[in-house]
């Protein structure tokens, strides 16, 4: 599917920041919920940002580890959303994970629940 298009991730310092974007061509039209979410070798699957399809700032949700660090957004026109992260951290190295997933303003028939094949986030100390 050419839905659902990670890039942006790579190596960085501890305190280094980085800005995911994912390509939903399929998904934002369709205005699914957008979601990143991570995991990390040996460890579940992790919460980290969402937000719903025309959704204003405090309708973003953020997992506890990150809040106050990363920040999502959407850009419609471009059918994209980001993820950027500052401060970054040792433990938020993972592979990170864009999804849509069925939300309040999604169509009938919409594109939703998918999820793309991540892009690698790696930060050092």
């Known amino acids: 599917q050419a839905d659902l298009k990670e890039s942006g991730g790579g190596s960085v310092q501890t305190g280094g920041s980085l800005k995911l974007s994912c390509l939903a061509s399929?998904?934002?039209?369709?205005?699914?919920?957008m979601a990143w979410y991570r995991q990390a070798p040996g460890k579940e699957r992790e919460f980290v940002a969402s937000?719903?399809?025309?959704?204003?700032?405090?309708?973003?949700n953020y997992g506890d580890s990150v809040k106050g660090r990363f920040t999502i957004s959407q850009d419609d026109a471009e059918n994209t959303v980001y993820l950027e992260m500052n401060d970054l951290k040792t433990e938020d190295t993972a592979v990170y994970y864009c999804?849509?997933?069925?939300?309040?303003?999604?169509?009938?028939?919409?594109?939703?629940?998918?999820r793309g094949q991540g892009t690698q986030v790696t930060v050092s100390s």
């Open positions: 937000i719903p399809f025309d959704a204003e700032t405090p309708h973003t």
């Open positions: 999804a849509s997933e069925w939300g309040p303003f999604s169509l009938r028939g919409g594109k939703c629940g998918r």
């Open positions: 399929e998904s934002i039209p369709s205005r699914c919920t």
